[in-house]
């Protein structure tokens, strides 16, 4: 998957997760926290969705990675590179 | 010949849960959810552990945990079970305090605690919307020695009286005292603040029903009447359980059983570090409880303003000492008006919950035992006459529940309704790296206590076994 396709994907599952949200004015570079009403539990749930819609492993150590929508990609790139 | 509850259970399992308190149901539904063959063996005959009801002849049905929750339940069920469940969720509108320091009722949301803080409390608008935000800000990252006390303290010294408004609430929603890590205080009550106190509509029992059926349509094998006796380890790896005389095979166990039953009684220390033994010897359970159960006469109930929560205290001052006493000072009851089952013979209860110590009740010989039991049943009654006059004519049913009771049920070290104290969690987590496939995913820690707590609890646990499994090298066939 290419960045571009990547972010897209996020935007999905985020849609689900917290279907309240607007997400079409997401600043990439701003925190999520700062922007939606997302709790530990919200990014627990992006892992396991990650995981099976993707079969992309998130360990806990890396959840910081998860804290904006570039730095989600960025981290996420090298490990959705075969993913089509 | 006894009956074989096992009877049709394969010989193997990606994995087995121990346990079916909700976070036990919940690692269950999610794991087989995801594709894993899913054993759950409960010890009792029910499913719930503490999230738990019994029927009582004349129609009464007694809940003993159900009041109340945060409003994230409805996120929670929704995601972790079904729409039909978070559906169930309704709001309990009513929390009332009334002791010798101040009596008022809530809605027990932000806005409204701002309201009473300022006007009839008098605290500075600046100031309660720092404490909510500080409060709120709180992870489990934070600085882990300050506490609750001190967060107080800070934000509104000398101040008992909203120390007790802040506090009562979480002490009977999870067992914590002012003694505990501010942080464990802070992501509580944010929990609850954010929108007020719930309830599942329909009774813990629909509740309860509601998930088995959810986890036996994902594939579940659950199986009642089954206490595991022994989770088999070699070498450092999770192998089987042995139960009712069976051993099955198993990829990983999660324990929703005590923390500390799970390490020493179903692993044994023998098989894991010292250094661990060393920490989960330390682990301090939460306090116990006691209830009274209550049973209006048919058609009698009380008026709504009564309140659906009702923490009451003669005691002048707030200590946790005095919460825990056996000279009991403080109760809340909840109220369960007939709305609570719609479908049922509308019927009014009432549960008081006293947070208690096991040690009070441990030594008693039978005859000391009943008589604490009518004492505690009286006392009760007697608290119970100003909310409801002649209380006494109008109750047909009332009967105490006690440290022991607990601990008879639900096989909980000491009776402990709470798991444990704030240390536990560490505990907990670290269990899978001393024993491969090994997990646990009960009440601890106090911030994974309470029903919203073990649910969410049992998804980041459900998580990481599902990581292990799929991590794991395939054995080529």
Known sequence: MAPAEIRTAIIDILGDIAPDEDLSNLDDQQSFRDQMELDSMDFLDIVMELRKRYRVQVPEEDYTNLDSMASTVSYLTPKMVAVA | ?477
């Open chain 2, 1 to 477: 010949m006894p009956k074989d509850f096992l009877k049709g259970a394969s010989d193997s399992y990606d994995v087995v849960v121990i346990g079916s308190g909700l976070g036990g149901l919940t690692a269950a539904n999610i794991l087989a959810r995801d594709g894993m063959k899913v054993l759950l063996l409960e010890q009792h005959y029910k499913l719930g552990g503490l999230a738990t009801w019994f029927k009582r002849p004349g129609g009464h049905i007694f809940d003993i945990s159900l009041h109340g929750f945060p409003h994230g339940m409805v996120k929670s069920c929704r995601r972790y079970w079904s729409k039909e469940i978070a559906d169930s969720i309704v709001q309990l509108e009513r929390v009332r305090f009334d002791n010798p320091m101040f009596a008022l009722t809530t809605s027990f949301d932000r806005k409204d605690f701002t309201d009473l803080l300022t006007t009839k409390f008098g605290i500075q608008q600046t100031k309660v919307v720092q404490f909510f935000d500080a409060a709120r800000g709180m992870n489990f990252f934070d600085d882990q020695q300050r506490t609750t006390k001190q967060l107080f303290e800070e934000f509104f010294p000398g101040r008992e009286d909203v120390v007790r408004l802040l506090m009562e609430p979480i002490t009977y929603a999870n067992g914590s005292t002012l003694e505990d890590p501010a942080i464990t205080y802070g992501i509580v009550f944010s929990n609850f603040m954010s929108k007020g106190v719930f309830v599942f509509q329909g009774g813990t029992d629909k509740l309860v029903k509601a998930m088995e059926k959810e986890m036996k349509r994902n594939g579940v094998d659950v199986r009642i009447n089954c206490d595991v006796e022994k989770i088999n380890v070699v070498g450092d790896k999770v192998r089987s359980v042995e139960v009712n005389g069976r051993t099955i095979e198993t990829k990983a166990v999660v324990s929703n059983a005590n923390l500390r039953s799970t390490i020493f009684d179903l692993v044994g220390e023998e098989k894991l570090d010292d250094s661990f033994v060393q920490n989960a010897k330390a682990v301090r359970l939460n306090n116990s409880s006691t209830q009274v159960y209550m049973a209006m006469q048919d058609g009698d109930t009380v008026p709504r303003e009564t309140g659906d929560l009702l923490f009451c205290s003669t005691a002048e001052r707030f200590q946790t000492d005095l919460l825990l006493s056996r000279d009991i000072t403080s109760r809340t009851f909840s109220f369960y008006y007939p709305d609570t089952r719609p479908e049922g013979k509308g019927r009014t209860l009432i549960v008081s919950s006293t947070n208690a110590n096991y040690s009070d009740w441990e030594n008693l010989n039978k005859e000391q035992y009943e008589a604490s039991k009518t004492d505690l049943v009286e006392g009760t009654l007697d608290a119970l006459e100003k909310y409801v006059p002649n209380c006494r004519e109008r109750i047909v049913h009332a009967e105490a529940a006690t440290p022991i009771t607990f601990e008879h049920y639900t096989k909980h070290v000491n009776g402990s309704s709470f798991g444990t104290k704030f240390e536990g969690l560490t505990v907990s987590r670290a269990l899978p790296e001393q024993i491969d496939g090994l997990y646990h995913a009960g009440s601890c820690g106090i911030i994974m206590s309470g029903w919203l707590g073990t649910i969410n609890y049992g998804v980041i646990v459900a998580n990481d076994v599902i990581n292990q499994i799929s991590s794991a090298p395939t054995v080529a066939t």
